[in-house]
């Protein structure tokens, strides 16, 4: 289980084909290496993948994963030399400062625009917006000013407008995350909130 609060990013350095899928490795020098050990879960662009090897005596330290052909088909993001975001499984006794991300993901959208907000309002000023084609199926399950976990990263929506989500996000997020190397035409992983995919779960049954 993770936050949606990105805690470092990092390069997909190799990206290896072996037999069931690829092994990837990514290095970071700005991610929390304490603690990390073989069989951890890391959240790598929104998805939970498990540690299989790690590195700490290169420079920058390395992260390895094994990655199956299903997680392949299903998510995006996962091209050497491309940059990705990446959070540490979290604990019961951590702040919940984002929402309850699985790391599950639940489709693949598409950025239609990326680009500063127009606004003579001070306080809106290097705020950029976001706005994300997302898959049909999902859109019934998403909200305005709902939670909604965009390549690992919690966000808030602003708009629904048929297919299309638009987000703002404030100048950290958009440079602490990959969002920055980001452009249109990108694609990026999404989870929907946990409470809104089981209440469709639960709804798609006849329980009288």
């Known amino acids: 289980m993770f ?63 094994d990655l199956s052909p299903e997680t392949l088909a299903k998510t995006s993001g996962f091209v050497k030399n491309g940059n990705v975001n990446l959070e540490k499984a979290m604990r019961l006794s951590d702040r919940l400062d984002g929402h309850l991300v699985s790391g599950h993901v639940d489709g693949v959208g598409k950025i239609i625009k990326l680009a500063p907000v127009a606004s003579n309002d ?60 980001m452009k249109v035409g990108d694609h990026v992983n999404l989870e929907i909130d946990l409470i809104a995919r089981y209440v469709a779960r639960l709804m798609s049954f006849d329980l009288k």
Not at 162 to 179: A, D, K, R, W, Y
Request: proline residues 7%.
């Open 3 to 65: 936050t949606g609060i990105i805690t470092a990013t990092g390069t997909l350095c190799a990206l290896t084909p072996k037999a069931g899928g690829v092994t990837i490795e990514i290095t970071s020098s700005s991610f929390d290496f304490d603690n990390v050990q073989i069989g951890d879960s890391i959240a790598v662009n929104g998805c939970c993948l498990t540690v299989t090897a790690h590195n700490t005596s290169c420079h920058p330290p390395l992260l390895s994963f």
């Open 122 to 181: 001070p306080a809106q000023e290097h705020n950029y917006l976001l706005v994300i084609e997302v898959p049909k199926p999902l859109l019934p399950l998403i909200a305005t000013k709902g939670s909604l976990t965009v390549h690992g990263v919690s966000l808030t929506t602003n708009t629904i407008d048929q297919n299309h989500v638009s987000i703002n996000l404030i100048p950290h997020t958009f440079s602490h995350t990959v969002f920055s190397s």
